[in-house]
């Protein structure tokens, strides 16, 4: 396993408890032909996670701010952009 695998092991032990429920419930209404239903509890889980995803991007600035950064829900909410695609590679960090 490597570091990526790894290093927010915690935030993945937080966030999963969260979403259990929202995709049972999705579960729950397709498996019953429920499709507003479900198109509700969509939003509701790609809000959670856009929300987590947040509180994740605040707390990896929280932890590496120096004195540059003195408002970091600002920083986050006008300095970095959302993330729409995944990136193609993945950077290994090199021993030196």
Same mark, same amino acid.
């Given at each position: 396993? $490597?570091?990526?695998? $790894? /290093? &927010? *092991?915690?935030? *993945?032990?937080? #966030? &999963?408890?969260? +979403? ?5 419930? +999705?579960?729950?209404?397709? /498996?019953?032909?429920? =499709?507003? *239903? ?5 939003? #509701?889980?790609?809000? =959670?996670?856009?929300?987590? *995803?947040?509180? #994740?991007?605040? =707390? !990896? +600035?929280? =932890? ?9 829900? &600002? ?7 959302? #993330? $729409?695609?995944?990136?193609?590679? !993945? ?6």
């Amino acid at each position: 396993m $490597t570091e990526r695998d $790894t /290093h &927010f *092991a915690g935030y *993945a032990d937080l #966030l &999963f408890p969260e +979403l259990t429920g929202l995709f049972y419930q +999705l579960y729950t209404f397709r /498996h019953a032909d429920e =499709h507003s *239903a479900a198109e509700q509890i969509i939003y #509701l889980i790609k809000e =959670h996670l856009a929300q987590r *995803a947040y509180d #994740l991007a605040c =707390h !990896v +600035l929280e =932890h590496a701010k120096g004195d540059i950064i003195d408002n970091v829900e &600002f920083y986050v909410k006008w300095n970095i952009p959302d #993330l $729409t695609q995944w990136p193609t590679e !993945v950077e290994q960090p090199t021993a030196e």
